[in-house]
């Protein structure tokens, strides 16, 4: 074990060099991979050397999510006090269904549930877990739901047809999770959205009375915290007005930018969010933590017993169901996300929360005002956005972004918004400071790009970049 310690260390002190010296690592094309790297699986052992040179290249061959060249998805980053939870919770190994099994480690995950109940307004009738993921989060929403307003469906299967509503541009796992517990993917209703992409709640209201009209059973709503192209935020305020005057659950995902909540500054960007009936946020986003630590509170814990707990007389067998996380949990075998928040909250407290949201934010200010001042480009966001969305010159967004992947320049994604195609610059890294974000747009203009006729007919066959 010992030997292993010190390997894994010198593999980081690789993975740390080559952060700083080679921000983006020069992609594999797929179809080369197996003949770039020698990941084939012997039938005897490795030699040592042969070993660490393997993972060496590895290392160097994987994308750099933590360096201050990485704005492709919504994570990236690393917070060492976070890491360190992270790597003991590896060591301790401790699985989360059971308070015999996982002990004290129960007491980090339901500190941390009730600490974030208590910040939205939640009563003591609220508790949540932890959930492998933002998609399986809304899917815990969804499914609680549904048996809320469909209780046999649970045990004797669908009997009939619920519609259930969400934003054009709300994350795909909505409908993803339509078909998972039987509702069906054509039962979901895309709402319209504004001009900065947050959903109309009297096209809601409209659309829940004609499918009333037509004989079908509404249930519940998606509204969004931060959507996936232009990270806006849906008015909880105004939605929850229908939901209440059609007796409809109301969930908040929260997954990308829910972590407003941590923000004096920022936290009116889900106002009335005590008004919903759950609510998920993703740790590993906004405040940096490693994947993955996904969070779903429900505002009456009743309805995660109803919907997740089973009788398993050879697993549980202490008598404090409070304890025994598995009752309320989509997983048995769960390993142990919470003790990565933990250590960061305990480390930096609820203030270094504050600041790592507020950096993002101030971060996306510095990337606007730098877009507005310089006319080779066009800005398509707008403030109280962490996602930066804009065009340079008449590059296509998806030529810029690739090309500037397969150069190794920089890692940014692209994304859409009502026809209108552009780069998205997320500034969710914690790690970038002023100069990183100047030196990106620095680097985008001393980049070549080779803008031939053909590569505009990548526009209309790019699609909206999806998460999770």
Known sequence: MLNDLKLFQELTEILLTEERETPVAKPIPSQHLYDSIDLSLPEDASIDNDFKATLTELIKRTPKTASTSFFNQLFGGRISRATLGDLLAVM????????KVAGPQVGVEKVLLRKICDMIGYTATSDGTFAPGGSMSNFMA?????DKYNPEAKTEGMSHKMTLYTSECSHYSIAKNAAFI?????????IKVNAVGEMI?????????????ANLQPFFVNATAGTTVLGAFDDVEAISKVCKAHDLWLHLD???CGSVIFSDAYKHLVKGIALTDSFSVNAHKMLGTPLSCSIIVAKDKKHLYQSFSNDAEYLYQTNDDDYNLGKTSIQCGRRNDALKLWTLWKSVGSKGLEKIVAHQFMIADVARKYIKNHPDYTLYSFDDSISVCFNYKDIPAKTLCTQLYEQAALMVGFGKFKEQEFVRLV????????????AFFKTIEAFEFENKPENKELVGNSQVIDEE
């Not at 500034?427 to 100047?438: A, G």
């Open 201 to 213: 709640p009297s096209e809601l209201d409209l659309q829940i009375k004609k499918d009333i009209a």
């Open 142 to 146: 969804v499914l609680m739901a549904r």
């Open 254 to 256: 929260g997954a990308y």
């Open 427 to 438: 500034t969710i890294n914690s790690l970038i400071q002023e100069q990183d974000m100047i």
């Open 92 to 99: 301790l190994n401790n699985s989360m269904y059971t308070y």
């Open 182 to 190: 039987g509702v069906g993917r054509n039962q979901v209703k895309a």
